[in-house]
């Protein structure tokens, strides 16, 4: 049976989302901000995980961005196969639920209309919007603002099949060398393995929605994860690059069946500032 929502209804939830996710870190990630600064050994590192602790419950508590950099608004729609959407356009909807969100909520807008004339839209849309159908009849809506910084030193490659998984190893390490304290450590770092060159990049960032401390349900890839925080960590960066044992809460890999050919690797980090919220209707 088909189960009719009007698309109106989704604007006040978007908006939402939107504010509670650049509010509110979850829990997840407080605890791992914990975890990371009883492990630490930098005096610098362990002050200032201290001031990030201290930053996100002060920021929830005053419903207040907790990062400057309120980010891109990516937002991500499960839709039910048996859902009908009527009234405006979905994609209008979810932005104008975008604009309000960044409008009431104080929240920095940072995107450009064009990206060589760099002309500030002044409402941070339009959102980068992921549609998919899944079964059943509910819509999940997930509101992920990804900051700048992070969303800067991502990285793609493809490998040849030979270089197999030390070369996917290889690219990651060097990948995050590169970003160093730029990408904003502690980090969760989404890695992509496998699909097109498009869909590589889209696991890797969707990744990043998965609890740190989770594991890919596949033990090759679970333990690549284990394998990589452990070499991550001994890089020595730490946070904001101040040095220490804790560049990374968590390393996320997914993958997608991919070509003979082919060996595709994207690597997408995400900054402290882990936010996302979501909600089913
Ligand atoms: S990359 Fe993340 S932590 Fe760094 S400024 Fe941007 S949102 Fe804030």
């Known amino acids: 049976m088909v189960r009719v929502i009007n698309t109106e ?43 990030l602790i201290d930053n996100a419950e002060y920021a929830k508590k005053e419903q207040i961005a907790c990062c400057h950099d309120t980010g891109t608004a990516v937002i991500y729609l499960e839709i039910g196969q048996d859902v009908k959407f009527e009234g ?34 002044e409402t941070n849309t339009p959102a980068v919007v992921h549609t998919e159908i899944v079964k059943g009849d509910k819509v999940k809506i997930t509101a992920m ?29 060097d990948s995050v060398k590169k970003a160093g304290g730029k990408a904003c450590p502690p980090m969760i770092i989404g890695v992509g393995v496998g ?6 990049t889209e696991i890797a960032k969707k990744s990043l929605l998965r ?6 349900e596949n033990p090759i890839y679970a333990k690549l994860e284990e394998d990589l925080l452990e070499e991550v960590n001994k890089l020595g960066i730490g946070t904001l690059g101040m040095g220490g044992v804790v560049t990374a809460l968590d390393v996320h890999v997914d993958y997608f069946p991919c070509h003979i050919t082919a060996l595709p690797v ?7 500032a882990s936010r996302h919220a979501c909600k089913t209707i």
Do not use: W
């Not at 006040?12 to 605890?31: H, Q, R």
């Open 88 to 121: 405006e356009y979905l994609i209008d909807a979810v932005n104008e639920g975008v604009k309000r969100g960044y409008e009431e909520g104080y929240l920095r807008k940072s995107i450009v209309a064009d990206p060589l004339n760099r002309v500030n839209t």
């Open 9 to 51: 209804e989704l604007i006040p939830i978007i908006s939402d989302l939107v504010k509670k996710a650049c509010y509110e870190l979850s829990e997840n990630v407080l605890e791992a901000y914990k975890g990371a600064f009883e492990k630490e050994v930098s005096p610098y590192s362990k002050e200032t995980l201290k001031l």
């Open 195 to 200: 699909g097109t060159m498009d869909k590589c």
């Open 145 to 173: 603002p990804k900051g700048g910084g992070s969303e800067n030193m991502g990285t793609f490659t493809t490998l040849t099949p030979g270089e197999g998984i030390e070369g996917v190893k290889k690219f990651v390490i």
């Open 211 to 216: 609890p740190i401390g989770s594991h890919n």
């Open 266 to 272: 994207a690597v997408n980090f995400q900054c402290h």
